[in-house]
């Protein structure tokens, strides 16, 4: 049922997918039909109507597109020109009327706009439409005036393509950059107010759109406050202009910062720091006044002649350093007063405050989002329950936090100093995958030894350093940081991640690395610790095989697919023969040995299918899965014949100081469903039975539930 299900899902797609190009093919069929003898007013209103609805339809969404799809371009070009030639075969009652140059029209439209392929299949099904209506209303000379028709069709397409969508193209690129201008005019006030951080990188667009988004609410708001206060001095102190310019990094050069004036003659800058009264201002440290200025002086904002009389320009200081400067001008020859300086100081004062809140402001809301990918990170760490989940989640979430090209994690085997890459992301995965290696004097295994993350600050040299090893090694990029997961101190592993951006971790990001990474080394802990109770609760401490709790369940399951499915299944039963003598004489631990070696016997000759459990003491059960009664002889017949071969070693040595050999047989029952039983307790009932008939036969051999007689007795009781 469920192809089926996929396979209607996939035609309504596809159907819906070619409904517009479908349609336009109908529609223009009914307006080359409609030309010989016009069609019923039923069939054209419904016609007109769904070619309108579905050209509105799709030119809507082309133009909301920048660029288009080839089939979007296709469905627009084909209902625009099945229009054309409705209307002018419906105004002209035939083609080569006065609204046919409609045509014309309609293919140079789609030639500016759509993709050269879409222009062309739009070309050649108007030339279609066009042949079918002079076919249909048998104008004569159709095929000369057709190919007039194509040749100016295919002129206007041609024409069209060059000139008009090269000046589309070039308008594309002016609109482009001046946006890219505006980005990075943002970016340069963003830097200049330190409200910008480490860029996230391309990779990690969620991360880079809100990094986008805050800077540019913070700059925005900067901007507000500080033209608040320069319309304020102009009000307050009848200035012409009031300019605030900001120093670069580098203190060079000056730009506006903000600005408020009437004039239309200030100039855009940058503007030299060292520049007429910038210079003033900057070297002196203190407030430059200027009066009785004439139109032949100089003012560095100023295009034209100056057109004041009284200048005042103020540095403006953040921590004790020059960051910009405020200048103030009016056209009344009427010097500053001191109360009018200390008025601007304080307007200087407010600005800085401005800036430096606004920063604290981007600092907190960065922290807030950063604080959100960790909160994520850690839900969905918590919702992992095995070693791969937690490592998939650790990755995952290394990458929401900071843009990354490399991640890999690598896990520690304290009992044998090796360390094992369990997961890579952006690198060689398949020669680095579950490669195993020991403790040596790379990055992985110094950054565990002294529990720190290394190299420093993340800068990383592949000529001096190694971080797997020689052999095994990340892709070359200039940033990487190995992070050591540790849990009370115990070295669980490390998380290694790399960038091609120099001074990707810087001391924010990798403190946030950091705390990921100790949920990462707890959740790796818990999931070791929950596979642990796992294994504990089904599987054997001794022989590492299933126990018998497991095994009811396991065997639950086998036999109601062997009644669903009308498969075969036997049920092995195998006991060491003698084993109270052998624990009598060599000891218990011998006895373990002996238990063990059975153990791994079982392992080595049974199918990947199988089940073995070990049921109690020295008893055995096996599940074989689509075996019947012969298949499962010839299994226990292997079983017996290789443990009888095989020599066991006492761990305390004899009397006279000589190793001990042992050497063991066994008994095996053999039950089959479904002819021994269609249940369990049937089944091992039967094998039980099987088992004690081996015993009582003389030991060390194997024997079929069918084998036994009829009205074989109940269980006696064991023969050690």
């Keep these: 049922m469920a192809p089926l299900v996929v396979l209607v899902l996939k035609l309504r797609r596809l159907g819906r997918a070619a409904l517009p190009l479908l349609s336009a093919i109908g529609l223009g069929a009914i307006v080359v039909a409609s030309t010989a003898s016009p069609l019923s007013l039923w069939i054209e209103a419904p016609a007109s109507a769904l070619l309108l609805g579905l050209l509105a339809a799709r030119a809507s969404r082309r133009s909301r597109a920048i660029e288009g799809t080839l089939r979007l371009d296709l469905e627009v070009g084909a209902l625009l020109t099945v229009l054309v030639y409705a209307i002018v075969t419906r105004s002209d009652g035939a083609l080569d009327g006065r609204l046919y140059p409609l045509v014309y029209v309609c293919v140079g439209l789609v030639s500016a706009f759509a993709r050269p392929i879409a222009t062309v299949l739009v070309l050649a099904f108007a030339l279609g439409l066009d042949a079918s209506v002079r076919h249909w209303a048998m104008v004569a000379s159709s095929f000369e005036r057709l190919a007039y028709s194509g040749a100016f069709m295919v002129v206007f397409a041609s024409f069209n393509a060059l000139l008009l969508r090269a000046e589309i193209a070039r308008a594309r690129s002016t609109l482009k950059e001046r946006i890219q201008a505006e980005v990075e005019k943002l970016r340069d006030d963003a830097r200049s107010y330190r409200l910008l951080g480490a860029p996230a990188g391309g990779r990690n667009a969620s991360r880079a759109n809100d990094e986008e988004r805050l800077v540019r609410s913070g700059v925005e708001e900067i901007h507000q406050s500080v033209l608040f206060a320069l319309r304020l001095l102009r009000q307050a102190m009848n200035l012409h202009t009031a300019v605030l310019l900001w120093q670069n990094d580098a203190g060079t050069h000056l730009r506006i910062s903000e600005l408020s004036t009437d004039d239309p003659n200030v100039a855009e800058g940058p503007f030299l720091a060292g520049d007429g009264i910038f210079g003033a201002a900057i070297t002196q440290r203190e407030a430059v006044a200027l009066r009785g200025l004439e139109p032949r002086h100089k003012l560095p904002y100023y295009t034209g002649p100056c057109p004041v009389r009284a200048a005042l320009a103020l540095p403006v200081f953040e921590h004790g350093s020059i960051r910009g400067v405020l200048v103030l001008d009016r056209i009344a020859d009427e010097p500053f007063g001191l109360k009018e300086q200390e008025l601007a100081m304080e307007a200087c004062r407010y600005a800085v405050r401005a800036i430096q809140n606004e920063r604290v402001f981007v600092q907190l809301e960065r922290a807030k989002v950063e604080q959100g990918r960790l909160y994520r990170a850690v839900e969905s760490l918590n919702a ?281 047989t066994c008994s095996i029952g053999v039950a089959s469903f479904p002819e021994a039983g269609e249940t369990w307790d049937d089944l091992f009932k039967a094998a039980d039975e099987a088992l004690y008939a081996s015993k009582r036969g003389g030991r060390n051999r194997v024997t079929a539930h069918a084998s036994l007689p009829r009205a074989a007795g109940s269980k006696a009781q064991h023969a050690a």
């Design 384 to 664: 992992a329950t095995t070693e791969a989940e937690v490592v998939e989640a650790g990755l995952r979430t290394a990458r929401e936090i900071t843009s990354v090209d490399f991640a890999a994690v690598t896990l520690y085997d304290e009992s044998q100093k090796a360390h094992e890459i369990r997961a890579v992301s952006g690198g060689d995965e398949a020669n680095l995958v579950g490669q195993q290696y020991k403790k040596n004097a790379g990055l992985v295994s110094m950054a565990l030894e002294n529990k720190h993350p290394l190299p420093y600050r993340g800068e990383y040299d592949e000529k001096r350093q190694i971080v797997f090893t020689k052999k095994l090694a990340p892709p070359s990029m200039p940033s990487m940081i190995v992070l050591p997961m540790l849990v009370h101190d115990k070295p669980l592993g490390t998380l290694v991640l790399g960038s091609r951006r120099r001074a990707a971790f810087g001391d924010a990001a990798r403190s946030t690395l950091e705390v990921l990474t100790s949920h990462v080394a707890v959740s790796l802990a818990n999931a070791r610790m929950m596979r642990r109770l796992e294994e504990m609760a089904t599987l054997d401490g001794m022989t590492g095989l299933y126990n018998k709790r497991a095994m009811l369940e396991i065997a639950d399951q086998k036999i109601k697919a062997a009644k669903r499915f009308g498969r075969k299944l036997s049920v092995l039963v195998t006991d060491i023969d003698h084993f109270k003598k052998v624990n009598d004489t060599y000891g218990h631990d011998a006895g373990d040995v002996i238990i063990k070696g059975l153990g791994e016997v079982l392992r080595r000759e049974r199918r990947a299918t199988d089940a073995i459990a070990r049921f109690g003491g020295e008893e055995f059960v096996v599940i074989c899965e689509e075996t019947d009664a012969r298949g499962a002889m010839l299994l226990a017949e292997r079983v017996r014949e290789e443990l009888g071969k095989t020599i066991f070693h006492a761990p305390k040595p004899g009397p006279d100081g000589q190793p001990v050999t042992i050497r063991v």
